[in-house]
């Protein structure tokens, strides 16, 4: 098979992943056919989200770099850092089923959360502008559905939702209204995180890290919410 010029983000990863990164052994790594990374290389074929997800975390490189294949852009990791062979070769090392890695990747969570509340902050404002043109029920149908085909059932999370959804409106008709809702805010982002934990925690079988508590205006939390005494 004759190798396919750089037309594609795909085709650049395994130029920089190195010469033994055929389409062949791609095709083996994301468990598809060669005939499929040619026509995608090619652009005779889009990148579905779903293999292009599959080779992101194959390969350790930046699903976002290879999802929009933009050739000029420069290749970059999953932590937007320079992506290289030695990347890959990282990312070859960690097995997905390891109980270690479940235990490290609670100290992603912070992050992961925060990229989650981004996007949710870029959802409400795509809310607003959705209201200006009177077209809320079909942004809302249409997130609802996005949600349900890429999320997977989680024991307990439907619970969850209602309890949310009950404080929700709660907090909606209450006379404070702005104020209970970013406590709910903080209220759901507690939940997610001790969530995840019990999850990593289940996986892993064993606990995780107590965290220390955090610095508050330059002073432990503990102390923070006490008055200082004059000396």
């Not at 070769?89 to 479940?102: A, T, V, Y």
């Not at 909606?172 to 999850?199: F, R, W």
């Amino acid at each position: 098979m004759k190798p396919s010029p750089l037309k594609h983000t795909l085709a650049i990863l395994r130029h920089t992943i190195g010469p033994d990164m055929t389409q062949k052994e791609m095709a083996r790594l994301v468990k598809r056919s060669p005939v499929t990374i040619q026509k995608i290389e090619l652009c005779k074929l889009p990148l579905a989200e779903s293999l292009g997800g599959e080779i992101a975390m194959r390969t350790g490189v930046n699903f976002e770099w290879l999802m929009k294949n933009d050739i000029s852009a420069p290749i970059l990791d999953a932590r937007h850092k320079p992506y290289t062979r030695e990347t890959f070769e990282r990312c070859q090392s960690i097995n997905p089923k390891d109980p270690n890695l479940l235990f490290l990747s609670y100290f992603d969570v912070p992050a992961i959360i925060a990229a989650c509340v981004m996007n949710i902050t870029r959802g409400a404002l795509s809310a607003l502008a959705a209201n200006e043109v009177g077209a809320v029920d079909l942004f809302g149908y249409r997130i609802t559905k996005a949600i349900g085909e890429v999320v997977e059932p989680m024991d307990g999370f439907e619970d969850l939702l209602e309890k949310w959804g009950h404080r929700l409106n709660e907090a909606v008709s209450s006379n404070d209204a702005g104020n209970n809702c970013y406590q709910l805010v903080a209220q759901i982002l507690s939940d997610c995180s001790h969530a995840t934990n019990k999850i990593i925690e289940s996986k892993s079988g064993r606990s995780l890290p107590k965290r220390k508590p955090q610095l508050l205006d330059g002073m432990p939390a503990q102390d923070a919410r006490k008055p200082r005494r004059g000396r």
